[in-house]
């Protein structure tokens, strides 16, 4: 069975950090590039980081403009996961974040709809 699990989210406050898990199994991992979106009540969903696939030599990325700088993605082989490093979080970051696979990745593009798999979503609440 296909899963993706995402967590680490939370509440935290303006200007804090959170680190967002997301463990992938019933598949081949280093196949798939793992992106993040999120969506907030009554937006649309918002692609926020990319990473490709880690078959070997050096992964690329890709990143929303609202979270350039400020947000970092990394995958780990050997546990399956990819996790995404928030810092200098804003209330304007409050949303639910998914993950995502896709086996044919581009990197030009954040439409949802190519994406095969999807976690279930974890809840980051920024506030003060």
């Known amino acids: 069975e296909v899963q993706l699990v995402e967590s680490g989210g939370g509440l935290v406050k303006p200007g804090g950090s959170l680190r967002l898990s997301c463990a992938a199994s019933?598949?081949?991992?280093?196949?798939?590039?793992i992106t993040w979106f999120r969506q907030a009540p009554g937006k649309e969903r918002e692609g926020v980081s990319s990473?490709?696939?880690?078959?070997?030599?050096?992964?690329?990325?890709a990143y929303g403009e609202a979270v350039k700088g400020r947000f970092f993605t990394y995958r780990d082989s050997a546990k399956k996961t990819v996790y995404l490093q928030m810092n200098e979080l804003k209330p304007e970051d409050t949303a639910v974040y998914y993950c995502a696979a896709v086996a044919r990745w581009n990197m030009g593009s954040w439409y949802a709809g190519n994406y095969e798999y999807w976690g279930q979503g974890t809840q980051v609440t920024v506030s003060s």
């Open positions: 019933g598949f081949t991992f280093d196949d798939y590039a």
């Open positions: 990473i490709s696939g880690g078959g070997g030599g050096m992964p690329y990325y």
